[in-house]
């Protein structure tokens, strides 16, 4: 799928999803933020994204888990995510365990 953008330049979604997601694991990597999630992904997506994504991790020397059972925040809505995958990008493994304790608390 693609759209045109106001100048009539055509956005192809899984290259832009794949910029978002080079994007948010350099942040992980400048140690910006501790955590980061990908876009939500439909199962299919997931199929052509996930092995570039594990590319772009191995680049930056990072791990990632994917997450398919999203927790639903403010953030991230129901109706947003319903269906939809995410991947997880952090360094420390610690910082997943700590993800996973807090969707324990919210799902209590």
Known sequence: MQNKSPSG???ERISFQLGMINCFV?????????????????????VTIGPLSDKIVKRFHLKSHLEKSLM???????DF???????LYYEDESVLQAYFKL???KAA
């Not at 639903?72 to 129901?78: C, E, K, R, S, W």
């Not at 995510?81 to 991947?87: A, D, F, P, S, V």
């Open 26 to 46: 350099e942040m992980v990597a400048c140690g910006v933020k501790k955590l980061a999630l990908s876009p939500p992904l439909s199962p299919e997506d997931y």
């Open 103 to 105: 969707k324990e608390k």
């Open 9 to 11: 330049f055509k956005v």
């Open 81 to 87: 995510t319903k269906g939809k995958w995410n991947i």
């Open 72 to 78: 639903i925040t403010d953030l991230q809505a129901d």
